[in-house]
């Protein structure tokens, strides 16, 4: 029917598109990877954040507005989440973290390939300090998780949930949950 209407003739997609089965984590990061970067690639876009129509905008503009960008209820929800290193009970997502995704597509980007037209130019910040995402701030907490945060620790919306069941009306460590975590 398609080539009907172009007037051609032979195969729709020409063998250019393959059914691939990805089978492990690894494979399914590599094809995001590539598909990712084909902008860059086409020279189409210059950065994975500036790409039209890939996920990794989608990742790249939300995780630009969070605070903790790796956390799962403040990635693109349209999208399956990155979850993190694999681990026991872990929730479904993608076993890596999405700043770890974001570097390897970024890195990945800026190497040369000669049959292609473009990369990701070398004298650009990385992707994480064009996002102004601080990975000193997430550090922080990690380090001093103790000394952060008092009695309960998430943000602030299940902060004040929580004091609602205490019948509490200020919760001991809000700003710190503001500053850290977002609402």
């Given at each position: 029917?398609?080539?009907?209407?172009?007037?051609?003739?032979?195969?729709?997609?020409e063998g250019r598109f393959k059914s691939q089965a990805l089978l492990d984590e690894k494979a399914l990061l590599a094809c995001m990877a590539y598909v990712?970067?084909?902008?860059?690639?086409?020279?189409?876009?210059?950065?994975?954040?500036?790409?039209?129509h890939t996920s990794i905008k989608k990742r790249a503009e939300k995780a630009k507005q969070s605070k903790v960008p790796n956390r799962l209820d403040q990635?693109?929800?349209?999208?399956?989440?990155?979850?993190?290193?694999?681990?026991?009970?872990?929730?479904?997502?993608?076993?890596?973290?999405?700043?770890?995704?974001?570097?390897?597509?970024?890195?990945?980007?800026?190497?040369?390939?000669?049959?292609?037209?473009?990369?990701?130019?070398?004298?650009?910040?990385?992707?994480?300090?064009?996002?102004?995402?601080?990975?000193?701030?997430?550090?922080?907490?990690?380090?001093?998780?103790?000394?952060?945060?008092?009695?309960?620790?998430?943000?602030?919306?299940?902060?004040?949930?929580?004091?609602?069941?205490?019948?509490?009306?200020?919760?001991?460590?809000?700003?710190?949950?503001?500053?850290?975590?977002?609402?």
């Amino acid at each position: 029917m398609a080539n009907a209407e172009d007037k051609c003739t032979g195969k729709f997609w020409e063998g250019r598109f393959k059914s691939q089965a990805l089978l492990d984590e690894k494979a399914l990061l590599a094809c995001m990877a590539y598909v990712d970067l084909n902008p860059i690639r086409a020279q189409m876009a210059d950065t994975p954040e500036k790409s039209n129509h890939t996920s990794i905008k989608k990742r790249a503009e939300k995780a630009k507005q969070s605070k903790v960008p790796n956390r799962l209820d403040q990635q693109e929800n349209s999208l399956l989440n990155f979850a993190g290193k694999p681990r026991e009970n872990m929730p479904k997502g993608i076993p890596f973290t999405l700043t770890n995704y974001l570097e390897l597509v970024d890195w990945t980007g800026r190497q040369v390939r000669k049959n292609k037209r473009g990369n990701i130019d070398q004298s650009l910040p990385n992707i994480l300090q064009r996002l102004n995402i601080e990975q000193d701030q997430w550090l922080h907490i990690a380090q001093n998780f103790e000394s952060s945060f008092k009695g309960i620790v998430g943000t602030t919306m299940s902060l004040v949930s929580k004091m609602k069941d205490f019948n509490r009306t200020r919760a001991l460590g809000y700003s710190n949950s503001l500053f850290y975590f977002g609402k």
